[in-house]
C-alpha cells in the first residue's frame, strides 16, 4: 500500500479543499490527507465523482411511505435517470412522476407558478390517495432558483389540509445518492406531532443541544428521561417488526420508526425522544430532530451480530436495562445470526475488499466485514464522512484501511487497479468494466434495496459479499 | 413543465453518449452535475458493456457555482486528454450546466489541444435523445471528413473499372436496439451481392475511418434517426448517393436490394433472387391461416413502426389497428404510412396518451418498446418490442437482428409466438369449459411472459390468473389510476348499457384473447342500439353486427 502519510491535520467536518488543489498534484494521494481522532488518515479527494444524485433515494422511499408521492422539477435528465435507475425493477405504476422544465419555463419565469399548479391539479386527480406530495427540487430546479418551499406552502394552504404538500432537494449539486432520504425526512420533520406532555415544537433552543443532539453537547445538564425510540432511517418492514419484537423484551418503548410507512402518521417527538440511527446517512434530519429536542444515542450501527448488539445495547441502556440483559433476550438470535455469518467465513475470510464511495454505509459493512468475517479491508471509500456519527464505527474498523472522502474517479481506480483487491465494492456504472478486467465485484446499491440489518439478517448481509465470489468459482466459462 | 412518468427519449447529450460510445478514439467531456453520471449505467448495465463510456464529468457541486466551474471544465479536459489520449474529443453540457452557460466547446478550444476538439451545442429543454445522437454524429463527421472534402464543382470521379462497388453502413450505434446484429446481417447481405463494406459508422468506427467516409461510392442509411443528418451532408459533400430503403421485412429488404443494384450498378433481379428467408413459406403455410386479420398496434420510434407495419400487414396477414410513434422529427413519414394503412397517426411522446389509444383500439397484440410493455401488462394485451427504447432484455445473447433475411425470420418468430395455438385455438374457442383450459388459463407456454398479476406469476390456478386475463375487460382494470375509457367519448354516450348476469357469463365462455375486443363491441352495439341492458341475445347480435371483427 502506498498510503501518504498524514500532512497538514484537518479540522474534522472542515469543507473539502477548493476545486483549484484537484489538478494540481499528478497524484491522487497529495489531493488533501486528514486524521480522524488521530488514527487514521482520510484522503480527501475532488474530482469526477461516479455516484447517484439524491434523486435516487426516491426509489425506495416511495414504496416506504405507501401514501406519498414524489414529483420530481427537473429537467428530462432526471425522468430518465429514474427511469433508468429504478425502471428495470419497477413492475407497477410508481408513486413519483417528473414535471419537466421546458424551454417555455426557462424563458417566462413568471408563470412557473401556474405550470406547477396545472401539473399537480392533474396528478391529484389521477391519484387521490396521496396523502403527502413531495415537490423534489433538482439541479435545473435550483440552478434557475425556482423556489419549491414556497410553492409547496401555497398548494399545502390551497389543499385544505387534505394532502400535505412538503418540499425538499434530491438535485445533484447539493445531495449524493442517500442523501436524498436525509434532505426529504429532514423536510418533514417540522410537521412532526410533539408528543404527550411535550411542550410545542422547538421548545427548546437549538443552542442547549448540540447539532448531532448527542449529550455531551451538553455536559452537566441532566437529560429529559426517556419517552420514547424514535429510530431514523428507512429500513425494511420486516426489519422493523423484528426490532419492535426485541426492544418489546427490552421493555425499551414506545418505539417509533421514521419515516413510516405511512406519511400521513408521523411519530411524535420532543424532548425525552432517544434518536437511533439505522442508516448512517441521516445526519441532517438527526440535527432537525435535535432542534426538536430528541437526544441521540451514540451507537454502531445494527449490521452483523456485533453491530446490533451494540446498537441495542446503547438503547437499552437509555431505559437503565443493562447489557446482560440485552445478551440474554438476544442470545439465541446472536446464536442464530453468528451461525449464519460463519457459513460464509470460508469464502470471505482473508480476502481484500475495497469499497468506491456510494451510500454512507461503507465504512459500518467494512467494519463488519472486517470483524466478523475477516476480511482485509484496503480501501474504504465514503462520499461523505460524518465523523460524529461514524467516530463509533471508525473505532472498530480493524487494520488500517485507507479511507477515502468524496471522489476522483479515475485516480480511484487506479488504486483499485494496484490493489487487485479480491472483491470491489462499486456503483453500476463501474461493476461490469472491472468485471471485464478480471475483478469481481458487488454492486453498492443492492445494499440499500436489500434488508441487511439485524441478526436474522446478517447472514443475509455476508451472503451478498461471498456471492460474486463464489459465483466466480462456480463458473466453467 | 410536463407531467412525465416514463420517457421514451433521454436528453440529447445522452445520444451525444451513444455516438461517442460505440466509436473508438473518441473522449467526451460534458459538463454536467453529480449524478448526471448515472448515464454509465445504461451501457454497462442495460447493454452489458465491458468497458465505461468514454465520457469524462465535472460533476459540479452547489459550491462550485459560486465560484469558477469554467475552471472545473477545462481541467476536466486536459485531464481526459492527458488520460486516455483520444484522437477527437466532444465537448459539451448537460442540462444543468446549459443554464450555467459556460460555453464548453469554446473553454474546450481555448487549451490549445493538438487533436480535434468538436463542440456539441444540444439544447436539453427543446431535443431529445435521439436528436442528440443524429447531430453529434452529423458534427463529427463534418468536422473529420471536411478537410478531404473535393471542390464543390469537381464530379464524384467514376468507379475504376474491376473495383467492386464500395459502401458505408451509416448509423448503428451503442444502446441501439439490435444495431449490433443488423449491421452484421445488412454487411452480409450487401457482400454476399458484392458490395464492399467499408466503414460502419459510428458502430465500431474510428475518428481515421470517419475522415475517409468520403471514399465509398454510396452510403447506406441504417437508422434514419441517427444517420439521415450526416448522410445528407455526405451527398452534398462527396457527392456519395444514399440508399434510404430501411431493409425490415422480406419487401423491405428487397426494395432495399434494389435500390442499392441501382446506385452500385449491379442487376437488380438476380439480387432479390438470392435472397433466402423463411418469413414468406412460413406466412403461407396453412397454420399460418390463424394469423388472418390479427388486429396489431404498432408504436415506436418512427423508422421501426413504420417499418413493422408493412411486415404486419403485407407478410403476415394482421390487421393494423394503430400507428404511432413518439419521435416528431419524422413524424411526416409515419403520418404518411397512417394514411396508406387506414388509421389515425399518434405522434406522441405522452405515455397516457399512448395508452388511452391502445385501449381504445382494443388490439390482440402490441409491437411497442418496453413503455408498450407495461401497458399491454396492465391492458392484458401480448406485446412484442420492435424498438427502443431498450431494457436488458433487448440485447439478447443469440444472434437476433430485425434486418435482412435473417431479421425477418426474427420477426416472424417473435411476433407469431404469443398468438401461436393453431388447432388449439379452436379447440378452446368449442371447449371453453374443460377444467383445464380453465376460462382464464393461459396458454402454457406464454405463463411466462405475461407475469402481469402476481397473482399470475406465482400461481398456477386459473382463479389466481383471472386477474391478469380479465384486465382486458375496460371495468376491471386494477389500476386506479388510469382513466377508464370514458363513454361520452361514444357517440351515444348518454346511455351506459350494464350486462346481465347471464350475458356477463357468457362472454366468459369467450377466449380470453378476443373477449376484451367482444366486451368493446358489444358496448358499443348497445349504445349505437340504445340497449341499455346487455343480454346474451345483445352479445350475439353484437357479434353478427360486427363481423367476429
Given at each position: 500500500m502506498n498510503r501518504s502519510t498524514p500532512s497538514t491535520p484537518t479540522i474534522p467536518g472542515c469543507a473539502s479543499p477548493p476545486a483549484g488543489t484537484r489538478d494540481g498534484a499528478g497524484s491522487g494521494l497529495a489531493n488533501g490527507t486528514g486524521a480522524t481522532n488521530g488514527e487514521l488518515p482520510v484522503l480527501k479527494e475532488r474530482g469526477q465523482r461516479e455516484v447517484f444524485c439524491g434523486l435516487t433515494g426516491i426509489i425506495w422511499l416511495h414504496r416506504k411511505m405507501q401514501d406519498a408521492f414524489f414529483l420530481i422539477i427537473g429537467s428530462r435528465t432526471c425522468a430518465h435517470l429514474m427511469q433508468s435507475a429504478a425502471g428495470v425493477m419497477i413492475f407497477a405504476e410508481p408513486r413519483f412522476g417528473t414535471a419537466i422544465i421546458e424551454e417555455k419555463d426557462l424563458a417566462g419565469m413568471a408563470d412557473a407558478n401556474e405550470e406547477l399548479d396545472r401539473v399537480v391539479t392533474r396528478l391529484l386527480d389521477r391519484r387521490p390517495e396521496i396523502r403527502t406530495l413531495f415537490l423534489v427540487g433538482s439541479c435545473p430546479s435550483e440552478v434557475i432558483k425556482l423556489d419549491l418551499a414556497r410553492a409547496a406552502q401555497r398548494l399545502d394552504t390551497e389543499a385544505g389540509g387534505e394532502v400535505r404538500v412538503l418540499s425538499y432537494s434530491g438535485s445533484g449539486i447539493e445531495t449524493t445518492f442517500t442523501q436524498g432520504e436525509d434532505t426529504c425526512l429532514t423536510s418533514m420533520v417540522p410537521h412532526m406531532p410533539p408528543h404527550a406532555g411535550a411542550e410545542p415544537s422547538a421548545s427548546r433552543p437549538g443552542g442547549t443541544i448540540g447539532s448531532t443532539g448527542t449529550r455531551e453537547a451538553e455536559p452537566g445538564t441532566a437529560p429529559a428521561p426517556p419517552t420514547s425510540l424514535l429510530v431514523v432511517g428507512t429500513i425494511a418492514d420486516v426489519v422493523e417488526d423484528q426490532f419492535q419484537r426485541i426492544f418489546g423484551k427490552l421493555g425499551v418503548g414506545p418505539v417509533h420508526f421514521f419515516p413510516p410507512r405511512r406519511s400521513a402518521e408521523l411519530p411524535p417527538i420532543g424532548p425525552g425522544t432517544r434518536m437511533l440511527m439505522a442508516q448512517p446517512w441521516v445526519n441532517d434530519t438527526m440535527a432537525a430532530l435535535a432542534q426538536r429536542g430528541c437526544e441521540r444515542i451514540d451507537a454502531p450501527f445494527p449490521f452483523g451480530v456485533e453491530g446490533t448488539t451494540e446498537w441495542l445495547v446503547a438503547a437499552a441502556a437509555e431505559w437503565g436495562?443493562?447489557?446482560?440483559?440485552?445478551?440474554?433476550?438476544?442470545?439465541?438470535?446472536?446464536?442464530r445470526g453468528r451461525r449464519a455469518v460463519a457459513r460464509h467465513r470460508a469464502t470471505l475470510e482473508d480476502r481484500s475488499i475495497f469499497f468506491f464511495p456510494d451510500s454512507q454505509i461503507e465504512i459500518p459493512l467494512a467494519r463488519f466485514l472486517g470483524?466478523?468475517?475477516?476480511?482485509?479491508?484496503?480501501?474504504?471509500?465514503?462520499?461523505?464522512?460524518?465523523?460524529?456519527?461514524?467516530?463509533?464505527?471508525?473505532?472498530?474498523?480493524?487494520?488500517?484501511?485507507?479511507?477515502?472522502?468524496?471522489?476522483?474517479?479515475?485516480?480511484q481506480l487506479d488504486r483499485c487497479r494496484a490493489d487487485q483487491p479480491d472483491l470491489v465494492v462499486c456503483g453500476l456504472g463501474l461493476a461490469n468494466p472491472l468485471e471485464a478486467e478480471g475483478l469481481?465485484?458487488?454492486?453498492?446499491?443492492?445494499?440499500?434495496?436489500?434488508?441487511?440489518?439485524?441478526?436474522?439478517?446478517?447472514g443475509d448481509l455476508a451472503e451478498l459479499f461471498a456471492r460474486p465470489l463464489v459465483r466466480r468459482e462456480l463458473l466453467e466459462v | 413543465m410536463e407531467l412525465t412518468i416514463w420517457t421514451y427519449e433521454g436528453p440529447p447529450h445522452v445520444g451525444a453518449m451513444r455516438i461517442a460510445t460505440a466509436m473508438k478514439g473518441v473522449h467526451y467531456v460534458l459538463h454536467a452535475p453529480q449524478g448526471d453520471t448515472y448515464a454509465d449505467l445504461l451501457f454497462t448495465m442495460i447493454e452489458r458493456r465491458d468497458h465505461r463510456p468514454p465520457v469524462t464529468y465535472t460533476t459540479f457541486q452547489a459550491q462550485d457555482l459560486g465560484g469558477d466551474t469554467a475552471e472545473l471544465l477545462k481541467t476536466a479536459v486536459r485531464e481526459a486528454h492527458e488520460r486516455f489520449k483520444p484522437d477527437v474529443m466532444l465537448v459539451g453540457a448537460s442540462c444543468t450546466a446549459e443554464l450555467i452557460q459556460d460555453n464548453p466547446g469554446g473553454l474546450a478550444e481555448s487549451l490549445g489541444l493538438p487533436i480535434p476538439v468538436v463542440p456539441l451545442e444540444l439544447p436539453a429543454y427543446q431535443?431529445?435523445?435521439?436528436?442528440?445522437a443524429s447531430e453529434t454524429f452529423y458534427q463529427l463527421v463534418r468536422a473529420l471528413a471536411a478537410p478531404h472534402a473535393p471542390p464543390p464543382a469537381e464530379p464524384r470521379p467514376e468507379r475504376p473499372a474491376g473495383q467492386a462497388p464500395s459502401c458505408n453502413l451509416l448509423g448503428p450505434t451503442a444502446l441501439g436496439f439490435r444495431h449490433r446484429d443488423d449491421t452484421a446481417e445488412i454487411r452480409r447481405l450487401l457482400e454476399a451481392v458484392g458490395v464492399e463494406v467499408r466503414v460502419v459508422a459510428p458502430l465500431g468506427a474510428t475518428a481515421h475511418e470517419l475522415a475517409r467516409l468520403g471514399e465509398a461510392d454510396f452510403n447506406v442509411v441504417l437508422y434514419p434517426e441517427v444517420a439521415h443528418a450526416a448522410a445528407s451532408w455526405l451527398k452534398r459533400t462527396f457527392k456519395q448517393p444514399m440508399v434510404t430503403t430501411v431493409?425490415?421485412?422480406?419487401?423491405?429488404?428487397?426494395?432495399?436490394?434494389?435500390?442499392?443494384?441501382g446506385v452500385a450498378g449491379l442487376e437488380a433481379d438476380s439480387l432479390v433472387e438470392r435472397m433466402h428467408t423463411q418469413l414468406p413459406w412460413y406466412s403461407r403455410s396453412v397454420d399460418s391461416n390463424y394469423l388472418t386479420g390479427k388486429r396489431v398496434f404498432i408504436f415506436g420510434d418512427a423508422t421501426h413502426a413504420v417499418a413493422a407495419a408493412r411486415v404486419a400487414r403485407d407478410e403476415m396477414g394482421f390487421?393494423?389497428?394503430?400507428?404511432?410513434?413518439?419521435?416528431?422529427e419524422f413524424a411526416r413519414e409515419v403520418r404518411a404510412a397512417a394514411k396508406e394503412y387506414g388509421v389515425e397517426p399518434l405522434i406522441t411522446d405522452d405515455y397516457l396518451e399512448v395508452e388511452e389509444a391502445i385501449r381504445e383500439a382494443a388490439p390482440e397484440l402490441i409491437l411497442g418498446t418496453q413503455m408498450e410493455r407495461h401497458i399491454a401488462k396492465r391492458l392484458g394485451i401480448f406485446c412484442q418490442v420492435i424498438s427502443a427504447p431498450v431494457h436488458v432484455q433487448d440485447f439478447p445473447a443469440r444472434y437476433s437482428p430485425l434486418m435482412g433475411p435473417e431479421g425477418a425470420n426474427v420477426l416472424f418468430d417473435s411476433w407469431v409466438h404469443p398468438l401461436m395455438m393453431g388447432l388449439e385455438e379452436h379447440l378452446l374457442g368449442m371447449f371453453q369449459e374443460d377444467f383445464e383450459f380453465g376460462n382464464d388459463t393461459l396458454p402454457s407456454h406464454l405463463r411466462a411472459e405475461v407475469p402481469n398479476d402476481p397473482a399470475t406469476a406465482n400461481g398456477g390456478s386459473p382463479a389466481g390468473s383471472a386477474p391478469a386475463i380479465t384486465a382486458a375487460e375496460p371495468g376491471a382494470s386494477a389500476d386506479s389510476a388510469v382513466p377508464e375509457s370514458d363513454p361520452a367519448a361514444e357517440p351515444d354516450g348518454d346511455i351506459d348499457p350494464e350486462w346481465n348476469a347471464e350475458a356477463e357469463k357468457e362472454l366468459g365462455k369467450i377466449p380470453f384473447f378476443v373477449r376484451g375486443k367482444a366486451r368493446r363491441n358489444t358496448e358499443r352495439f348497445a349504445r349505437e342500439q340504445?340497449?341499455?341492458?346487455?343480454?346474451?341475445?345483445?352479445?350475439?347480435?353484437?357479434?353478427a353486427h360486427f363481423g367476429g371483427r
Amino acid at each position: 500500500m502506498n498510503r501518504s502519510t498524514p500532512s497538514t491535520p484537518t479540522i474534522p467536518g472542515c469543507a473539502s479543499p477548493p476545486a483549484g488543489t484537484r489538478d494540481g498534484a499528478g497524484s491522487g494521494l497529495a489531493n488533501g490527507t486528514g486524521a480522524t481522532n488521530g488514527e487514521l488518515p482520510v484522503l480527501k479527494e475532488r474530482g469526477q465523482r461516479e455516484v447517484f444524485c439524491g434523486l435516487t433515494g426516491i426509489i425506495w422511499l416511495h414504496r416506504k411511505m405507501q401514501d406519498a408521492f414524489f414529483l420530481i422539477i427537473g429537467s428530462r435528465t432526471c425522468a430518465h435517470l429514474m427511469q433508468s435507475a429504478a425502471g428495470v425493477m419497477i413492475f407497477a405504476e410508481p408513486r413519483f412522476g417528473t414535471a419537466i422544465i421546458e424551454e417555455k419555463d426557462l424563458a417566462g419565469m413568471a408563470d412557473a407558478n401556474e405550470e406547477l399548479d396545472r401539473v399537480v391539479t392533474r396528478l391529484l386527480d389521477r391519484r387521490p390517495e396521496i396523502r403527502t406530495l413531495f415537490l423534489v427540487g433538482s439541479c435545473p430546479s435550483e440552478v434557475i432558483k425556482l423556489d419549491l418551499a414556497r410553492a409547496a406552502q401555497r398548494l399545502d394552504t390551497e389543499a385544505g389540509g387534505e394532502v400535505r404538500v412538503l418540499s425538499y432537494s434530491g438535485s445533484g449539486i447539493e445531495t449524493t445518492f442517500t442523501q436524498g432520504e436525509d434532505t426529504c425526512l429532514t423536510s418533514m420533520v417540522p410537521h412532526m406531532p410533539p408528543h404527550a406532555g411535550a411542550e410545542p415544537s422547538a421548545s427548546r433552543p437549538g443552542g442547549t443541544i448540540g447539532s448531532t443532539g448527542t449529550r455531551e453537547a451538553e455536559p452537566g445538564t441532566a437529560p429529559a428521561p426517556p419517552t420514547s425510540l424514535l429510530v431514523v432511517g428507512t429500513i425494511a418492514d420486516v426489519v422493523e417488526d423484528q426490532f419492535q419484537r426485541i426492544f418489546g423484551k427490552l421493555g425499551v418503548g414506545p418505539v417509533h420508526f421514521f419515516p413510516p410507512r405511512r406519511s400521513a402518521e408521523l411519530p411524535p417527538i420532543g424532548p425525552g425522544t432517544r434518536m437511533l440511527m439505522a442508516q448512517p446517512w441521516v445526519n441532517d434530519t438527526m440535527a432537525a430532530l435535535a432542534q426538536r429536542g430528541c437526544e441521540r444515542i451514540d451507537a454502531p450501527f445494527p449490521f452483523g451480530v456485533e453491530g446490533t448488539t451494540e446498537w441495542l445495547v446503547a438503547a437499552a441502556a437509555e431505559w437503565g436495562v443493562g447489557r446482560e440483559r440485552v445478551l440474554e433476550v438476544t442470545a439465541a438470535a446472536r446464536e442464530r445470526g453468528r451461525r449464519a455469518v460463519a457459513r460464509h467465513r470460508a469464502t470471505l475470510e482473508d480476502r481484500s475488499i475495497f469499497f468506491f464511495p456510494d451510500s454512507q454505509i461503507e465504512i459500518p459493512l467494512a467494519r463488519f466485514l472486517g470483524r466478523e468475517l475477516g476480511m482485509r479491508l484496503l480501501e474504504v471509500g465514503t462520499p461523505f464522512l460524518h465523523r460524529g456519527h461514524m467516530a463509533r464505527e471508525l473505532a472498530l474498523l480493524p487494520g488500517t484501511p485507507r479511507l477515502s472522502e468524496g471522489q476522483h474517479v479515475d485516480r480511484q481506480l487506479d488504486r483499485c487497479r494496484a490493489d487487485q483487491p479480491d472483491l470491489v465494492v462499486c456503483g453500476l456504472g463501474l461493476a461490469n468494466p472491472l468485471e471485464a478486467e478480471g475483478l469481481s465485484t458487488k454492486w453498492a446499491i443492492e445494499l440499500v434495496f436489500t434488508p441487511i440489518h439485524g441478526y436474522e439478517q446478517a447472514g443475509d448481509l455476508a451472503e451478498l459479499f461471498a456471492r460474486p465470489l463464489v459465483r466466480r468459482e462456480l463458473l466453467e466459462v | 413543465m410536463e407531467l412525465t412518468i416514463w420517457t421514451y427519449e433521454g436528453p440529447p447529450h445522452v445520444g451525444a453518449m451513444r455516438i461517442a460510445t460505440a466509436m473508438k478514439g473518441v473522449h467526451y467531456v460534458l459538463h454536467a452535475p453529480q449524478g448526471d453520471t448515472y448515464a454509465d449505467l445504461l451501457f454497462t448495465m442495460i447493454e452489458r458493456r465491458d468497458h465505461r463510456p468514454p465520457v469524462t464529468y465535472t460533476t459540479f457541486q452547489a459550491q462550485d457555482l459560486g465560484g469558477d466551474t469554467a475552471e472545473l471544465l477545462k481541467t476536466a479536459v486536459r485531464e481526459a486528454h492527458e488520460r486516455f489520449k483520444p484522437d477527437v474529443m466532444l465537448v459539451g453540457a448537460s442540462c444543468t450546466a446549459e443554464l450555467i452557460q459556460d460555453n464548453p466547446g469554446g473553454l474546450a478550444e481555448s487549451l490549445g489541444l493538438p487533436i480535434p476538439v468538436v463542440p456539441l451545442e444540444l439544447p436539453a429543454y427543446q431535443r431529445k435523445e435521439n436528436w442528440g445522437a443524429s447531430e453529434t454524429f452529423y458534427q463529427l463527421v463534418r468536422a473529420l471528413a471536411a478537410p478531404h472534402a473535393p471542390p464543390p464543382a469537381e464530379p464524384r470521379p467514376e468507379r475504376p473499372a474491376g473495383q467492386a462497388p464500395s459502401c458505408n453502413l451509416l448509423g448503428p450505434t451503442a444502446l441501439g436496439f439490435r444495431h449490433r446484429d443488423d449491421t452484421a446481417e445488412i454487411r452480409r447481405l450487401l457482400e454476399a451481392v458484392g458490395v464492399e463494406v467499408r466503414v460502419v459508422a459510428p458502430l465500431g468506427a474510428t475518428a481515421h475511418e470517419l475522415a475517409r467516409l468520403g471514399e465509398a461510392d454510396f452510403n447506406v442509411v441504417l437508422y434514419p434517426e441517427v444517420a439521415h443528418a450526416a448522410a445528407s451532408w455526405l451527398k452534398r459533400t462527396f457527392k456519395q448517393p444514399m440508399v434510404t430503403t430501411v431493409p425490415i421485412g422480406v419487401g423491405a429488404t428487397r426494395d432495399f436490394l434494389r435500390e442499392v443494384a441501382g446506385v452500385a450498378g449491379l442487376e437488380a433481379d438476380s439480387l432479390v433472387e438470392r435472397m433466402h428467408t423463411q418469413l414468406p413459406w412460413y406466412s403461407r403455410s396453412v397454420d399460418s391461416n390463424y394469423l388472418t386479420g390479427k388486429r396489431v398496434f404498432i408504436f415506436g420510434d418512427a423508422t421501426h413502426a413504420v417499418a413493422a407495419a408493412r411486415v404486419a400487414r403485407d407478410e403476415m396477414g394482421f390487421e393494423v389497428v394503430g400507428l404511432g410513434a413518439y419521435n416528431r422529427e419524422f413524424a411526416r413519414e409515419v403520418r404518411a404510412a397512417a394514411k396508406e394503412y387506414g388509421v389515425e397517426p399518434l405522434i406522441t411522446d405522452d405515455y397516457l396518451e399512448v395508452e388511452e389509444a391502445i385501449r381504445e383500439a382494443a388490439p390482440e397484440l402490441i409491437l411497442g418498446t418496453q413503455m408498450e410493455r407495461h401497458i399491454a401488462k396492465r391492458l392484458g394485451i401480448f406485446c412484442q418490442v420492435i424498438s427502443a427504447p431498450v431494457h436488458v432484455q433487448d440485447f439478447p445473447a443469440r444472434y437476433s437482428p430485425l434486418m435482412g433475411p435473417e431479421g425477418a425470420n426474427v420477426l416472424f418468430d417473435s411476433w407469431v409466438h404469443p398468438l401461436m395455438m393453431g388447432l388449439e385455438e379452436h379447440l378452446l374457442g368449442m371447449f371453453q369449459e374443460d377444467f383445464e383450459f380453465g376460462n382464464d388459463t393461459l396458454p402454457s407456454h406464454l405463463r411466462a411472459e405475461v407475469p402481469n398479476d402476481p397473482a399470475t406469476a406465482n400461481g398456477g390456478s386459473p382463479a389466481g390468473s383471472a386477474p391478469a386475463i380479465t384486465a382486458a375487460e375496460p371495468g376491471a382494470s386494477a389500476d386506479s389510476a388510469v382513466p377508464e375509457s370514458d363513454p361520452a367519448a361514444e357517440p351515444d354516450g348518454d346511455i351506459d348499457p350494464e350486462w346481465n348476469a347471464e350475458a356477463e357469463k357468457e362472454l366468459g365462455k369467450i377466449p380470453f384473447f378476443v373477449r376484451g375486443k367482444a366486451r368493446r363491441n358489444t358496448e358499443r352495439f348497445a349504445r349505437e342500439q340504445g340497449v341499455v341492458e346487455i343480454s346474451v341475445d345483445t352479445l350475439y347480435e353484437a357479434k353478427a353486427h360486427f363481423g367476429g371483427r
